[in-house]
């Protein structure tokens, strides 16, 4: 197939890699035209996690009619678009499939190039996107629902792992506790707002450092130390919601926070960004705030709009692709847990 030789500027993004149905217009990697987020949270609730059939199903819903918003939001035609950009994985494989098919036949039928794009290399375009973005290479915290990892990130298109979970993710934590104490999902925002009138030094739940050289992660124990409180405090944990919130959040952004600066003081680098769903999280951005400014180092923090999932960072990050003459074959698949960029 054969592009006609437009300058590469305007990219429609799409997302599909979870619970999100999103579509994004972006200019020139970092103008955001518009960004619309279909979110399916009503439809999970009630099961306390994404039921992945389901998910599939609403995206195939929602996919054409957030596209269309997308570019009535932007005010433009879709003549106007130059190329378009969807998350290949990893994620959902139904979930996926439904934006990455959508993707491919809208930019067949506009005669335009497109690209896949590694949601979590979205995730830290979330990061670059603002009107300050950091000098690479800088570390990487990105921590969402389904991660936790801490990346080298060299250039936009270049990030390498310097550590990861071993086990569950942080987010995940965070709706596994608040599934446990009946609170609902997800359990991020719940957590963090009950939290707010909680007294963080009242439980000492455990930090699992491993290695503490060494920058992996494991969230496991934690959940498990929550679930046994509650047990030994059958009587009276009801009463004390606020304070298991505050010590469990103030355990994990301690290990989180203390981490990524070691990291980043490991490569010699004094720049630190956060990303990822968790990087909504209040604490999490004052605490790498402060032990960032007592290291000396600068801290990038994205708009809470793009923290958790969304179709703006997938165009960002597919801009900077396309632009560069990547181009994605008609014939290419989605992937479930490979880390490929
Ligand atoms: O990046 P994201 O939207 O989806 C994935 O790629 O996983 O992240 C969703 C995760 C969920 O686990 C949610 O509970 C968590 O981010 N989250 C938060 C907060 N807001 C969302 N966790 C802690 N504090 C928050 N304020
Ligand atoms: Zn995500």
């Not at 609170?183 to 997800?186: E, H, R």
């Given at each position: 197939m054969k592009y006609s030789l437009k300058p590469m500027k305007t990219i429609l993004g799409i997302e599909s890699s979870c619970d999100e149905t999103a579509a994004a217009v972006v200019s020139r990697g970092t103008e955001i035209l518009s960004s619309v987020v279909a979110s399916q949270i009503k439809v999970h609730a009630p099961f306390g996690g994404v039921v992945p059939e389901l998910a599939s199903r609403k995206h195939l819903e929602s996919i054409a009619p957030v596209v269309e918003q997308a570019l009535e939001d932007a005010g433009i035609s879709r003549d106007q678009i130059d190329g378009v950009a969807v998350t290949r994985g990893p994620g959902l494989v139904g979930a996926l499939l439904v934006g990455f098919s959508f993707a491919k036949a809208y930019a067949f039928a506009l005669d335009v190039p497109w690209v896949g794009v590694n949601h979590l290399l979205g995730h830290i375009h979330s990061v670059l996107m603002s009107p300050s973005p950091p000098e690479f290479p800088f570390a990487a915290l990105l921590v969402s629902g389904g991660h936790t990892s801490i990346y080298k990130v060299s250039s936009r298109t270049d990030m390498e792992v310097m550590g990861q979970t071993r086990d569950d993710a942080a987010g995940e934590a965070f709706d596994k506790v608040s599934k446990a104490m009946g609170?609902?999902?997800?359990g991020g925002e719940i957590i963090s707002k009950l939290a707010e009138s909680g007294d963080p030094h009242k439980i000492s739940f455990p930090r699992s450092w491993l290695d503490k050289k060494k920058f992996d992660f494991s969230f496991s124990g934690i959940k498990t130390a929550v679930g046994r409180y509650m047990q030994v405090h059958e009587d009276s944990w009801h009463d004390e919601k606020a304070d298991i919130a505050a010590s469990f959040q103030e355990a994990v952004v301690e290990v989180l926070a203390t981490k990524l600066i070691n990291a980043a003081k490991s490569i010699g680098c004094p720049r630190v960004a956060v990303a990822g769903g968790v990087a909504a999280n209040a604490c999490l951005r004052d605490r790498v705030t402060q032990l960032a400014a007592k290291a000396g180092m600068s801290v990038h923090l994205p708009d809470i709009s793009l923290c958790g999932d969304n179709a703006a960072m997938i165009a960002a990050a597919g801009y900077y692709k396309l632009a560069a003459g990547e181009r994605s074959p008609l014939n290419m698949d989605v992937f479930s847990r490979m880390e490929k960029l």
């Open positions: 609170l609902g999902y997800p």
